[in-house]
C-alpha cells in the first residue's frame, strides 16, 4: 500500500490505494457574536488547494466530547475553557474527507464558544497541523460567503445563528463529503 504524504513533494494516490481511517472527532465554532475564528488547510498533494475550517480534532480513546474540545481549543488556539463555557453539541454529521494520502471519515459533533476575540497561540501545533495549516483569521460572518475558498462545514454561518435559540439546533445532518481528491464510493 502506498504511503501517506509526510512533506510538500508529495504526488496524490490514487484512489483504490488510499487507506481509509474512521474516527470520532469535535469541532468547535469560535465565535464573537459577529466574527468567527477559522484555520486555512490545505493538502500538500494537491498545490493550491485551500478551505476554510472551525478549530477541533479527533477525540483521544476514553475522552468525552466535551474534554476533546476543551483540549482542542487549548492545543490549537490557546483558548482555555470548561465545559460550561460550551454550547452544545448543535450539530452532529459524519463528514467523508478525501484527501491525496487518505480518506477520513469522522463522526463528528460541533459545540459553540462565545467569547471576545484574542490572539491566537498556535505554539502547540502538531507537525502534521504545522504541515498542512496556513494561517488563520477571525473572518465577519457577513463575508463567510464571499471568501474565494470553501468553508468547511458549509453550514457555518447556521450554527452561529442558532447560538441563541436552542430549539434552532442543526440536530444530525447525516453523511457529508468535503474532499479535495473525491473518494469515488
Known amino acids: 500500500m502506498t504511503?501517506?504524504?509526510?512533506?510538500r513533494d508529495f504526488t496524490p494516490v490514487p484512489a483504490a490505494e488510499r487507506p481509509r481511517k474512521a474516527r470520532?472527532?469535535?469541532r468547535v465554532v469560535v465565535t464573537d457574536g459577529t466574527h468567527v475564528l477559522l484555520f486555512a488547510d490545505t493538502d500538500p498533494g494537491v498545490p493550491g488547494s485551500r478551505w476554510w475550517t472551525t478549530p477541533g480534532g479527533g477525540m483521544d480513546p476514553g475522552e468525552t466530547e466535551e474534554r476533546t474540545a476543551i483540549r482542542e481549543l487549548a492545543e490549537e488556539t490557546g483558548l482555555e475553557v470548561s465545559a460550561s463555557d460550551l454550547v452544545g453539541p448543535v450539530m452532529r454529521r459524519v463528514a467523508a474527507h478525501g484527501y491525496s494520502d487518505q480518506v477520513c471519515?469522522?463522526?463528528e459533533c460541533f459545540y459553540v464558544v462565545r467569547t471576545p476575540r484574542f490572539d491566537v497561540d498556535t505554539s502547540?501545533?502538531?507537525?502534521?497541523e504545522r504541515l498542512t495549516l496556513d494561517g488563520?483569521?477571525?473572518v465577519p460572518l457577513a463575508e463567510?460567503?464571499?471568501l474565494p475558498e470553501?468553508?468547511?462545514p458549509a453550514q457555518l454561518a447556521q450554527i452561529v445563528a442558532t447560538l441563541?435559540?436552542?430549539?434552532?439546533?442543526l440536530g444530525n445532518l447525516g453523511r457529508v463529503e468535503e474532499s479535495t481528491v473525491p473518494i469515488g464510493d
Open 164 to 169: 441563541d435559540d436552542p430549539t434552532a439546533w
Open 150 to 152: 470553501p468553508v468547511w
Open 144 to 146: 463567510l460567503d464571499a
Open 124 to 128: 502547540r501545533h502538531t507537525a502534521d
Open 24 to 26: 470520532r472527532g469535535v
Open 105 to 107: 471519515e469522522q463522526s
Open 3 to 7: 504511503q501517506p504524504f509526510r512533506s
Open 136 to 138: 488563520h483569521a477571525w
